[in-house]
C-alpha cells in the first residue's frame, strides 16, 4: 500500500460494498472493463496499440492504420515524431471508441535474440525513455490513456510466464527502469502494464519493492497497474504486491478469492481502496466517469485509415526510420536506369511483427509495388527464395468464399450439438476461437470453405490446436490432431502447430476444412503448478487457419532465375529480411542469420550484377556475411501499410532515409555482451549487469560489432568543425555545442550524439544527449546538446540512494562510437 490521496473518490467508494469494489479490479471481458452505473462509471475499452490500435478483437475485426514498427519510427531518434505518432494513435483510437492503449513497449533490446525487439525502442535507456514520453504526450494530450510496458526485466520471451529475471539492484535501477522513470517523471502515463516474468524471485505483479516502493512510492506515480493477459498468478500477493487491475476478464485470480482474503485479513480493505481509486482516477482521465454530460464524446468524423493525409502521414515516418549503412554511390537510384528487384521480401514485404502488435489494415503496400508505381517499365521483378520454415495461413486473394464469390473464405461455428451459431465472410484466412468469443456457447466446431482461384500443384493444410478434416470438392483427403507445444498461450497462438499435404487442384475446387475444437484437462507448468495459464491452453484456444499455396520452387532454380536477372539490368535490388516465425511475441529467435538461402541468394546476385543494393526487411540485427560483396545496404525495418511507397521514396532520394540504428548489429551469433534468451532452471542471469549493447562493446565485453548503435550515414557526408561546452543546461548537466557542415551535395539531416565516459572503470560510456539539424548543401549549423544529468548518477547498493559519478572523464561527440569526432574532457 502506498499514500495515494483517496479523498477524492471517497464518497464514491462509500457506496459499494467489497464485492462490487473487486469486481471492478478483474476485466470484464479480453478488452474491456466492467462499468457501474451507480457511480457513473462506463464501462472502459482497451486496445493493443505499438504499431496500431487493433480494436477488441485479436484477429479480424475493423481495417485499421498500420505504423511503421517501433525500431523504425526510434531509428529517426525524433521527439517530435513520437509525439505525432502518439497523437495519430490516438485519432485511431477514438475512431474506435478506445479509452486506453496499451502502449508503447519500453523494455530494452538487452540481446538481439529477443523475439519482440521490434516493439521496443532501443537498447538504450535515455532513447527509449525520452520517445515513450513524447509518444505518451501526444496520445494523452487527446484524452487517450497510455500503458508502458512491461514493468520490468522483460528483454526475451522464451518461458517468459514462469521465468526469473536475475537483475542486479544496480542494472535495474541504472538501466532497465530508468526508461519508465524518464517516462513517468516527464509525461505521467495514466497506466503501466506488470511484466509476465519474475525479478528477483517475485512475480512482476506481486513486486512490492518495484511496483509499491519505487514506482509508485518514490517516483510518486498516481496511475493504474495492470497486469499483462493472464500474467496475475495470486490474489493476496498480487494485491499486496501493488497490482490495480486483473487482466484479461472475466475470470481470474481475484473475484471471490480476493473478497475472501480481505475478509480473513490477509488483506486490508484500504489496499482495495485504494486499486479503486486509481481505477476511478484512470477512468476520470480518459472520459469515462461521472454523468452523461461528463463522459467522452467521441468525434463524428474520425480520419480514415486509407484517408491520404494518413497515408502520407505514414509514409513519410517509416522512411525518416530508415538506415543507410553503407553506400558506395549506389544509392540513391539514377532517376533512369534499369531495376530488378529479386526476393520475396519485395513481393511479399512484411510490414509488421507478430503477435499482440498484428492488426487488420486496409492495405500493405510491398516493395515490388511501391517501386513499380514510381518508376514503371524501368523494373523488373523476380520472386526469391523460401524466407518460412512453417506453413502460413492462405493469401485470401488466391481465395473465394463460395456463398459469396468475394475474396476471402466462408466460416462457421458451431455448438457441441453440431448447431450452426453463426456464419461469416472472412477477409483473412485464419480465425481466433477463445477468450474473445461472443458466442452464446462454446464453439466446438468450426469449418473454413473456399474455392481457389489457380489451380496446379498446391500445398494444402491446417493450423492450430485441433483435430482437422481436409475435403477437396467434398472428398476427404485428409484427417489428422495437432496439439500445442509450449507453455505459453502466446505461443500456441503466435506459433500453433501445422500440417501440409503437396496435392494437384484444380481451378475453382472447393476445399473445406474443420477443425474441432480439442478441450483438455490442465496440465502443470515448468513451476510445476496449474494457474490460469494451464486452464487457457487446456481450453483449445488459438488460430485456425487454412493452407493453401502453391508448391515451392528449388531454391537452385530460384536463384538461377534472380542471377539472369540481374545480369540484364543496371542495378539488382535485393530484398532480404526476416518474416513473424522470428519478430514476434511469445517467441526468441536462436540466431540473427537470415532464414533459408537468403545469403547464397545475395552472393549470387551481388557477383553477376554491375550493382547491387541490398534493403533489409527485418526490424531487428541481421547477420550480413555479404556486407563487402555489394554496393549499399538500407535497413527498412517493419515499415506498415505504406512500406513499399516509403521504401521506393528511400531508395530513389524522394525523401531522405536519414535514420540511425537504435541497436547494435552483431558480426557473428555469440558476439554480443548480452546473448543468451533460454533460462537456465527458470532464471535468466543478467550478467551483463549494466554493460549491454554498444556499452558492453566499448568496453571490450564482446568483438565488434559489426554497425555500432547510432549508425547512419543517411544521402550527405559531414565535418565536425568544432565541439565546445557551453555551461550547463536546465538539469545541471552540460550543454555541448557542436558545429556541423554539411559536404554532400544534398540537403541532409544529422543527428549529433553525445556519449559520456565516465572516470571509473566499473561504469560503462552511456548516451547523454542527441539533437538533430537539417542543414543545406554545403552548409553549416550549430547544434546545442543539453545532456542529461540521470546519466550522471549511479546506483549505491550499500547506502540505498543515489550517489554522484565520481569528477572527470570524458564528453564523446560521435556518428555512433564507431565513428568519433570529438573528444571533450571533464
Not at 525487439?117 to 487517450?144: H, M
Not at 470453405?449 to 489451380?455: F, L, N, S, T, W
Request: with cysteine; aromatic share 6%; proline share 6%.
Amino acid at each position: 500500500m502506498t499514500d495515494l490521496d483517496t479523498t477524492p473518490y471517497a464518497a464514491l467508494l462509500a457506496t459499494l460494498d467489497l464485492p462490487t469494489k473487486v469486481r471492478l479490479l478483474t476485466g470484464e471481458t479480453a478488452f474491456t472493463l466492467w462499468g457501474e452505473d451507480s457511480i457513473g462509471l462506463a464501462p472502459m475499452a482497451f486496445s493493443d496499440g505499438p504499431t496500431g490500435v487493433r480494436g477488441l478483437k485479436f484477429t479480424g475485426g475493423e481495417k485499421v492504420a498500420l505504423f511503421p514498427n517501433a525500431t523504425v519510427l526510434a531509428s529517426a531518434w525524433s521527439e517530435d515524431g513520437a509525439h505525432e505518432v502518439g497523437e495519430m494513435l490516438a485519432e485511431e483510437a477514438e475512431r474506435q471508441h478506445i479509452h486506453v492503449v496499451l502502449g508503447p513497449t519500453i523494455n530494452l533490446h538487452r540481446t538481439p535474440l529477443g523475439g519482440r525487439l521490434f516493439e521496443q525502442y532501443s537498447e538504450d535507456p535515455l532513447l527509449t525513455g525520452k520517445l515513450a514520453a513524447a509518444y505518451v504526450k501526444g496520445l494523452q494530450g487527446r484524452g487517450v490513456g497510455a500503458c508502458l510496458k512491461h514493468l520490468v526485466a522483460n528483454e526475451s520471451e522464451t518461458e517468459r510466464n514462469y521465468m526469473d529475471s536475475v537483475v542486479s539492484e544496480e542494472a535495474l535501477r541504472e538501466v532497465y527502469l530508468l526508461p519508465f522513470e524518464i517516462a513517468v517523471e516527464e509525461s505521467n502515463p495514466w497506466s503501466i502494464m506488470a511484466a509476465y516474468n519474475d525479478v528477483n524471485g517475485v512475480a512482476a505483479t506481486e513486486q512490492d519493492h518495484v511496483n509499491n516502493e519505487v514506482v509508485k512510492g518514490e517516483w510518486g506515480w498516481d496511475g493504474l497497474l495492470m497486469s499483462d493477459w493472464f500474467a496475475t498468478k495470486t490474489s493476496a500477493p498480487a494485491a499486496l504486491g501493488g497490482l490495480d487491475l486483473v487482466m484479461p476478464g472475466p475470470d481470474g485470480p481475484w473475484g471471490e478469492a480476493l473478497v475472501a482474503d480481505v475478509e480473513s485479513g490477509a488483506v486490508p480493505e484500504s489496499v482495495i481502496d485504494e486499486h479503486v481509486c486509481r481505477l476511478l482516477r484512470l477512468a476520470e482521465r480518459v472520459g469515462a466517469l461521472g454523468g452523461p454530460d461528463e463522459q467522452r464524446q467521441w468525434p463524428a468524423e474520425p480520419t480514415a485509415p486509407d484517408a491520404p493525409e494518413r497515408r502520407a502521414q505514414l509514409r513519410r515516418l517509416a522512411t525518416d526510420g530508415m538506415v543507410v549503412l553503407a553506400n558506395g554511390g549506389a544509392l540513391p537510384l539514377a532517376a533512369t536506369g534499369s531495376v530488378a528487384l529479386i526476393g520475396r521480401h519485395g513481393i511479399e514485404t512484411v510490414c509488421m511483427g507478430g503477435g499482440s502488435a498484428q492488426v487488420n489494415p486496409p492495405h500493405q503496400v510491398s516493395i515490388a509495388e511501391g517501386l513499380r508505381e514510381a518508376i514503371g517499365e524501368q523494373l523488373t521483378v523476380v520472386d526469391g527464395v523460401e524466407v518460412r520454415e512453417r506453413p502460413v495461413a492462405a493469401d485470401p486473394a488466391n481465395l473465394t468464399d463460395p456463398e459469396t464469390d468475394e475474396p476471402g473464405l466462408r466460416v462457421r461455428y458451431h455448438d457441441a450439438d453440431g448447431q450452426l451459431m453463426a456464419e461469416e465472410h472472412s477477409g483473412v484466412t485464419g480465425v481466433s476461437v477463445g477468450w474473445d468469443d461472443s458466442f452464446p456457447r462454446p464453439v466446438t466446431k468450426v469449418t473454413l470453405a473456399a474455392r481457389v482461384r489457380e489451380g496446379g500443384p498446391t500445398r494444402l493444410g491446417a493450423i492450430g490446436v485441433g483435430t482437422w478434416d481436409i475435403s477437396v470438392d467434398g472428398t476427404q483427403v485428409a484427417s489428422t490432431s495437432l496439439a500445442a507445444e509450449g507453455h505459453d498461450p502466446g505461443e500456441s497462438m503466435l506459433k500453433p502447430p501445422a500440417w501440409t499435404q503437396d496435392v494437384d487442384l484444380e481451378a475453382g475446387a472447393l476445399v473445406e476444412a474443420t477443425v474441432t475444437i480439442v478441450r483438455s484437462e490442465p496440465v502443470p507448468g515448468p513451476d510445476g503448478k496449474i494457474g490460469q495459464l494451464s486452464h487457457v491452453i487446456a481450453s483449445g484456444m488459438g488460430l485456425k487457419s487454412l493452407v493453401a499455396q502453391p508448391v515451392p520452387a528449388p531454391a537452385e532454380q530460384t536463384i538461377a532465375a534472380a542471377v539472369e536477372a540481374a545480369r540484364g539490368v543496371d542495378v539488382a535490388v535485393v530484398v532480404v529480411g526476416l518474416t513473424e516465425e522470428q519478430e514476434t511475441e511469445a517467441l526468441d529467435k536462436h540466431t540473427l542469420a537470415l532464414p533459408g538461402e537468403q545469403d547464397a541468394l545475395v552472393s549470387a546476385v551481388a557477383a553477376a550484377a554491375g550493382r547491387t543494393v541490398v534493403v533489409v526487411n527485418a526490424a531487428t540485427p541481421v547477420l550480413m556475411p555479404w556486407a563487402d560483396e555489394v554496393d549499399a545496404v538500407l535497413v527498412a525495418g517493419l515499415p506498415g501499410q505504406e512500406g513499399g511507397h516509403a521504401v521506393a521514396d528511400a531508395l530513389l532520394g524522394v525523401r531522405e532515409p536519414a535514420g540511425r540504428l537504435v541497436t547494435s548489429y552483431p558480426a557473428a551469433d555469440g558476439e554480443n555482451p548480452g546473448w543468451e534468451v533460454v533460462p537456465t532452471d527458470l532464471r535468466l542471469e543478467y550478467t551483463d549487469g549494466t554493460f549491454f549493447g554498444y556499452r558492453g562493446f566499448a568496453a571490450g565485453r564482446a568483438e565488434g560489432p559489426a554497425w555500432w548503435f547510432g549508425h547512419g550515414l543517411g544521402y550527405a557526408s559531414w565535418d565536425y568543425t568544432s565541439a565546445e561546452r557551453a555551461g550547463a543546461g536546465g538539469n545541471g548537466a552540460p550543454t555541448v555545442e557542436v558545429t556541423v557542415r554539411n559536404t554532400g551535395d544534398r540537403d541532409s539531416r544529422e543527428v549529433v550524439q553525445v556519449y559520456l565516459q565516465p572516470a571509473e572503470h566499473d561504469q560503462p560510456v552511456r548516451l547523454v544527449g542527441w539533437a538533430a539539424a537539417e542543414v543545406p548543401a554545403g552548409a553549416s549549423a550549430t547544434v546545442a546538446v543539453d545532456c542529461d544529468d540521470r546519466l550522471w548518477r549511479r546506483w549505491d547498493s550499500a547506502a540505498g540512494g543515489w550517489a554522484r559519478l565520481a569528477e572527470g572523464g570524458e564528453l564523446i561527440v560521435a556518428r555512433g562510437l564507431g565513428d568519433v569526432r570529438h573528444r571533450l574532457p571533464l
